[in-house]
C-alpha cells in the first residue's frame, strides 16, 4: 500500500516538473518569436505553426498571447484571410472567458481598419472603454487611443485624430511598444498626406523608411514606399491641376515630383514581389494605371486594371478593387465604351456604400455625371449630378463646419444651371431658344475667363514682385562677397608689398653700411623681391586696364615652343627648388600662333605659378599640345592637392581664394585666374579647369590660328605684325645660389648671451632678422606661432620678435597664448608687421605684445628697440634687487653667518650680497676684494662651504632669486636679470638643476607653511 502511495507521488512530482518545463519552453518560444518580428516575420510565424501542439498544452493565456502575436504577425506580412481564421479560433475559444475579450476587441478591430471595413469598429470597443481609459492598463488605452484616432483619420476628423494619435505615440514610447509606434507614425503620415503638408509627410516618411532599414523590416519598408509614392503622386498632380494645360506638363516641379513617384513604385514593386506584399504591389499598380490615364494611354491602363482586379481578388482585397473599378470605368469612358464603364462605375459604389467612404463616392457619381453626359444620356447625367451634389454636401459637413454655408450657395447655384441644362435639353426643337441658352453659356465664360486673366495677372505680379525681392537679396549678399573678397585682396596685397619692400631696403641698407665686396646673396634677395612686388603692380595694373578696356594688345606672330620654354626657364629656380618634374608632349618647332608676347607670358606665368605654389615636392607637371584644323589645344596638368569640387565654378572669378590660399605662404591676390580667363578671351580663345580633389588639376588652354578672328583696328595697332616678324622671346632666368642658412650651433655655448626668438613664415624675413640680430645676441627661429610655443616653453627666450599675419597661428594668436601660459607670460614679445592701421596696433597692444614694429623697417631702429627693451628690464631687475635687500635686516643676515666664527666669513658673504646683481663679477674680484690668492679661496670655500668659489657665487644667487620668486618680487624674467643672469634660458636651466623644478613652479613647490623656513636656509 505504501509502495503504491509513493509511485503516485513520484508521478504528481514528476508531472508537475514536466509542466513547469513545458511553460518554460513554450515562453521561450514566445520569445523568439517576438525577437524575430521585425526582421523576419515569415520565420517568426512558421515557428508558432510548428510548435502548434505545445501552444495548445499550454496555459490559455499563453495560448491566447501566442495566437494574438501571430495575428499581427500575419496581418504584416498582408496574409488577411490567414489572420481572419486566427481571430475565428480566439473568438470561438474564449467565446465565455470576459478576461479576455478585451484585448480580443482591440485585435478584431484592428484587422477590420486595414481591411477598410469600419463600421462596425466603435461597436466593439465601447462596451470595453471604461477598461481602455482606466490608469491601470497603459498598453490597451494606446491601443484604444490608436484605433479610435486611425477612425477619425477615416472620418476626415483630423483634429481630433492628431490628438489621440499623439497622445498613443507617447504611451507606446514610454512602454516600448515598438510596432505600435510605428502603427502610429504611418497613420500621421496619413493625415499629413489628406491635409496636403506633403513636405511634412514626406520628412516623417524618410524617418520611418530610414529606421525600417535599420531594424531590417522590409514590410514595414514597403508601406512607407508605398505611402512616399502616392504622396509625390498627388503633389505633382495638384501642381499639374493648377497650371494651365500648356505649361503644366513642362513644370520644374511637376516633372520632379512625378519622375520621383515614378522611382519610389519600381523600387516598390522590386521589393514587395521579393516579399510577397500583394496589396503593398497592388498600390504600386494602381499609381502605374493612373499615369497611364494622365498620358491618355486608356487601353494600357484597362491591361493594368485588369491585372490589378485578379490579384486583388485572390487576396480578397475589396478596397483595391473599388479603386481600380472607378479608374478603368475612367479609360473606358474616354475610348467610348460607355456600357463598359457604367457596369465598372457600379462594382465601385457598391463597395464604397459597403464601408461608408464618402470621399471615392463622390468621385464615383462625379465620373457617372461625366460618363452618361458624354453618352448622351442627360437625364441619368442630371440624376448623378445631384448625387454629387449630396455627396460632396454630406463630406464638407464632415470636414469643415465652417464651410457649410458657402457649399449650400454652391449646390443651389449648380442645381440651377442643371435646371437650366435639362430644361435645354428638353426643348431642343426649339432652335431659337437653344442659341439663346447658348449665347448665355458663351457670356458666362468669357466673364470667367476674364475673371481667370484678372487672377493670373495679380498671381503673376506677386510671383515678379516676389522674384524682384530675392534679387534683390542676392545682389546684396554678392556685393557683400565682393567688398569682402576685395578687402582680403587688398590685405594680401599690402603685406606681399610691405614684405618684399622690407627684403628689398634692410640687404641693400646693410650692404652699404658694412661697405662689404661681397654682396651677392644681400643684392639678388634684393632683386629677387622687387621682381616679385613689380610682378604683383603688374597685375593690379592690367586689372584696372581690362576693366576700363584699355588694356593694349600687340599681337604678333611668335613659334609657340619657344614661347613655352621661355615661361617654363623662367620657373626653372622654383620648380627645381620643390623638386618638381615637367614634361612636354606634342609640340612642333614649326608651329607659330598671332598672339600677344607679353598677354602669353602672363597667362602661362600665373598657372606655373600656382602649380609650384600648391603642388608638394616631387610632383609632375605635364604640359601637352594637340593640334587641330582650326585651333590649338594646350593642357597643364599636374598631381597636386587638385580642388574642391564646390570651389571650381568659382576660381575664375576676381578676387576669389580658396582655402588652400589661406594655408601659404603667399596666399596670392584672387585674381591670377581671372586674368588668364580674360585674356584669353581677348585674343578669342578660352580657358577651362578641372580637378578631381586629391588627384590633381588640370587647366586647358584653346589657342584659335591664324588671325582672321582678330579686327582690323587690333592688327592696325600691332606694330610687330608682319609675317615674318616672329618674335623672340629671350630667356632670363634669375637664380639664386642656394648658400644654405648659417646655423647657430653654439647657441647655449655663452651663458651671459641675451636669447631671441625669430618668427616669421616667410624664410627670407627670418634670414634677415637672424643677420641683424646674430653678432649680438643668440637667435632661434620659427616658421609659425604653434612652432614658437613650443620652443618658448624649451628655451625660455629673452625676446619673441613675431610677424602677425602666419598660417596655424597668427602673431596675436600667440601673443594671446603666451600670456595665458602661467610658464611663458614673462616672455616679451615685439610684433612685426604689414598690418600698420592704428586699430590693429591697439589691439597688439591691448592683448600683451611689448612693442610693435611695422614693415618696412629700419636695421637701427630694430636694433634699437631691442636693445633698449632688454636694458630696460635690466634696470627693473636692479631697482628690484636693491629694494630687496634694502628689505632684509643687516643684523639679523650677518647673525645666520655668526657660527663661522671668523671675520672672513662675514667680508665674503657681504661681498657676494653687494655685487649679487652684477653678471660681470667673478672669482678674480672675489679674492682681490678679500686681499687673497686664487688658490687660497678656494681652499677656503671648500673648507667652509664646501663647494668652490664660483658654485657660492651661484648658489647664493639662485637663493635670493627663489626667496624673491616667493614673495613674488617682480617676474621670472626681472628677477634673472637681478641677481646676475643675462640669459633667461641659462637662469631658467641652473635653477631647474639646483631646486629639480623651473622658476614657474616655485609657488606650487613650497606650501605657505614652509615658505619661512625655506627662506631661513637659503640665507
Not at 976 to 990: C, D, E
Request: hydrophobic letters at 40%; a negative charge; one cysteine or more.
Amino acid at each position: 500500500m505504501n509502495l503504491i502511495k509513493g509511485i503516485i507521488k513520484y508521478i504528481g512530482i514528476l508531472g508537475i516538473a514536466l509542466f513547469a518545463q513545458a511553460s518554460h519552453s513554450v515562453n521561450s518560444l514566445l520569445e523568439q518569436a517576438r525577437a524575430l518580428q521585425n526582421h523576419d516575420p515569415l520565420k517568426a510565424i512558421q515557428l508558432l505553426k510548428t510548435h502548434d501542439y505545445s501552444l495548445e498544452t499550454s496555459s490559455e493565456q499563453v495560448f491566447f498571447d501566442a495566437h494574438v502575436l501571430l495575428a499581427e504577425l500575419l496581418l504584416k506580412t498582408e496574409k488577411f484571410n490567414h489572420a481572419n481564421q486566427v481571430v475565428d479560433i480566439l473568438e470561438t475559444r474564449y467565446s465565455e472567458e470576459q478576461s479576455f475579450q478585451p484585448r480580443l476587441a482591440i485585435l478584431k478591430s484592428h484587422v477590420l481598419i486595414i481591411r477598410q471595413k469600419t463600421e462596425k469598429v466603435m461597436s466593439l470597443l465601447t462596451p470595453f472603454k471604461e477598461l481602455y481609459t482606466s490608469e491601470g492598463q497603459p498598453e490597451l488605452n494606446a491601443w484604444y487611443l490608436f484605433l479610435v484616432g486611425s477612425l477619425q483619420v477615416r472620418d476626415y476628423n483630423f483634429a481630433e485624430a492628431m490628438r489621440n494619435l499623439t497622445e498613443a505615440l507617447d504611451k507606446s514610447r514610454q512602454y516600448k511598444m515598438l510596432d505600435l509606434e510605428l502603427s502610429i507614425q504611418n497613420e500621421l503620415v496619413q493625415i499629413f498626406y489628406y491635409t496636403k503638408k506633403y513636405s511634412k509627410a514626406i520628412e516623417l516618411s524618410d524617418e520611418l523608411l530610414s529606421f525600417s532599414k535599420t531594424i531590417k523590416d522590409q514590410y514595414l519598408e514597403v508601406g512607407v514606399l508605398s505611402d512616399k509614392m502616392n504622396i509625390y503622386y498627388l503633389w505633382a498632380v495638384e501642381i499639374y491641376n493648377k497650371l494651365p494645360p500648356e505649361v503644366a506638363a513642362q513644370n520644374e516641379d511637376y516633372r520632379r515630383y512625378m519622375d520621383e513617384s515614378n522611382r519610389l513604385q519600381q523600387e516598390l514593386m522590386q521589393l514587395s514581389k521579393e516579399i510577397g506584399a500583394y496589396r503593398t504591389m497592388i498600390k504600386g499598380l494602381i499609381i502605374s494605371l493612373n499615369n497611364k490615364l494622365t498620358e491618355n494611354k486608356y487601353r494600357e491602363a484597362v491591361a493594368i486594371g485588369e491585372r490589378v482586379l485578379k490579384v486583388a481578388d485572390e487576396q480578397n482585397l475589396m478596397y483595391s478593387m473599388a479603386i481600380t473599378s472607378n479608374n478603368m470605368a475612367i479609360a473606358y469612358r474616354e475610348i467610348g465604351e460607355f456600357d463598359k464603364s457604367i457596369e465598372k462605375l457600379k462594382d465601385a459604389e457598391n463597395y464604397y456604400k459597403e464601408i461608408q467612404d464618402i470621399q471615392s463616392l463622390t468621385w464615383v457619381y462625379e465620373d457617372y455625371t461625366l460618363t452618361y453626359q458624354k453618352a448622351g444620356d442627360f437625364e441619368q447625367a442630371f440624376s448623378y449630378q445631384k448625387k454629387y451634389q449630396s455627396a460632396l454636401l454630406e463630406l464638407m459637413k464632415k470636414t469643415s463646419e465652417q464651410s457649410l454655408v458657402a457649399l449650400q450657395e454652391e449646390y443651389a447655384d449648380k442645381e440651377k444651371s442643371q435646371k437650366i441644362l435639362r430644361l435645354t435639353q428638353q426643348s431642343a426643337i426649339d432652335a431659337q431658344r437653344i442659341q439663346t441658352e447658348k449665347m448665355k453659356i458663351w457670356i458666362l465664360v468669357l466673364v470667367l475667363i476674364a475673371f481667370s486673366l484678372i487672377a493670373l495677372a495679380l498671381a503673376q505680379k506677386r510671383k515678379n514682385l516676389k522674384k524682384l525681392l530675392n534679387q534683390e537679396a542676392e545682389l546684396n549678399q554678392r556685393i557683400t562677397e565682393v567688398n569682402e573678397a576685395k578687402q582680403r585682396f587688398f590685405n594680401n596685397l599690402s603685406h606681399e608689398f610691405k614684405t618684399a619692400l622690407t627684403l628689398s631696403i634692410s640687404p641693400i641698407k646693410q650692404f652699404l653700411a658694412d661697405n662689404q665686396e661681397q654682396p651677392a646673396v644681400s643684392l639678388e634677395s634684393a632683386l629677387n623681391n622687387n621682381l616679385h612686388m613689380m610682378a604683383l603692380l603688374d597685375e593690379v595694373l592690367d586689372i584696372k586696364k581690362m576693366d576700363s578696356k584699355s588694356l593694349p594688345m600687340m599681337v604678333s606672330k611668335i613659334n609657340f615652343k619657344q614661347a613655352i620654354d621661355s615661361c617654363l626657364n623662367r620657373f626653372q629656380y622654383q620648380l627645381s627648388e620643390k623638386n618638381m618634374f615637367v614634361e612636354k608632349e606634342g609640340f612642333s618647332d614649326d608651329l607659330n600662333l598671332y598672339f600677344d608676347p607679353s598677354h602669353l607670358e602672363k597667362i602661362i606665368a600665373n598657372i606655373l605659378s600656382n602649380a609650384s605654389k600648391y603642388c608638394g615636392d616631387d610632383c609632375r607637371l605635364s604640359l601637352s599640345l594637340i593640334e587641330h584644323s582650326e585651333h590649338v589645344v594646350l593642357d597643364l596638368i599636374d598631381d597636386g592637392p587638385g580642388i574642391e569640387a564646390a570651389e571650381l565654378p568659382h576660381v575664375f572669378t576676381r578676387f576669389y581664394q580658396g582655402k588652400l590660399s589661406a594655408s601659404k605662404q603667399k596666399p596670392g591676390t584672387g585674381i591670377g585666374l581671372s586674368m588668364v580667363k580674360e585674356l584669353m578671351e581677348m585674343h578669342h580663345g578660352a580657358a577651362e579647369i578641372s580637378s578631381i580633389n586629391g588627384e590633381g588639376c588640370q587647366v586647358k588652354l584653346i589657342f584659335r590660328k591664324g588671325h582672321d578672328h582678330y579686327s582690323q583696328q587690333v592688327l592696325a595697332k600691332s606694330r610687330a605684325f608682319l609675317d615674318n616678324s616672329a618674335m623672340e622671346i629671350n630667356s632670363q632666368v634669375y637664380s639664386l645660389e642656394d648658400n644654405g642658412r648659417h646655423e647657430n650651433d653654439d647657441i647655449e655655448s655663452v651663458e651671459n648671451t641675451k636669447l631671441i626668438l625669430v618668427v616669421d613664415d616667410n624664410a627670407e624675413i627670418r634670414n634677415l632678422l637672424c643677420g641683424i640680430l646674430q653678432p649680438e645676441y643668440n637667435v632661434l627661429e620659427a616658421e609659425n606661432g604653434q612652432q614658437a610655443l613650443c620652443i618658448a616653453e624649451l628655451k625660455q627666450p629673452d625676446l619673441i620678435i613675431a610677424d602677425v599675419m602666419m598660417p596655424e597661428m597668427s602673431g596675436f594668436d600667440l601673443t594671446t597664448n603666451l600670456r595665458k601660459n602661467e610658464k611663458l607670460a614673462h616672455i616679451s614679445i615685439m610684433l612685426l608687421t604689414a598690418l600698420s592701421k592704428n586699430e590693429q596696433r591697439v589691439h597688439g597692444l591691448l592683448i600683451g605684445a611689448d612693442d610693435y614694429l611695422t614693415k618696412p623697417f629700419d636695421n637701427d631702429e630694430l636694433l634699437a628697440r631691442v636693445r633698449n627693451h632688454l636694458a630696460h628690464k635690466e634696470r627693473i631687475s636692479t631697482l628690484l634687487l636693491n629694494q630687496y635687500k634694502e628689505s632684509l635686516d643687516s643684523k639679523e643676515y650677518l647673525e645666520n653667518f655668526s657660527d663661522q666664527q671668523t671675520r672672513r666669513s662675514e667680508q665674503l658673504e657681504r661681498l657676494i650680497t653687494e655685487n649679487l646683481g652684477k653678471c660681470d663679477f667673478d672669482i678674480e674680484q672675489m679674492y682681490s676684494a678679500l686681499n687673497m690668492t686664487r688658490s687660497s679661496l678656494y681652499r677656503y670655500t671648500q673648507k667652509v662651504y664646501n663647494c668652490t668659489p664660483m658654485n657660492l657665487l651661484k648658489k647664493r644667487r639662485l637663493e635670493v632669486a627663489h626667496q624673491m620668486l616667493i614673495e613674488t618680487a617682480g617676474s621670472i624674467s626681472e628677477i634673472a636679470y637681478a641677481v646676475g643672469y643675462q640669459s633667461l634660458a641659462s637662469f631658467s636651466r641652473a635653477f631647474r638643476q639646483h631646486y629639480k623644478y623651473p622658476p614657474t613652479k616655485v609657488k606650487k613647490a613650497i606650501p605657505d607653511s614652509q615658505e619661512q623656513t625655506v627662506t631661513q636656509e637659503a640665507i
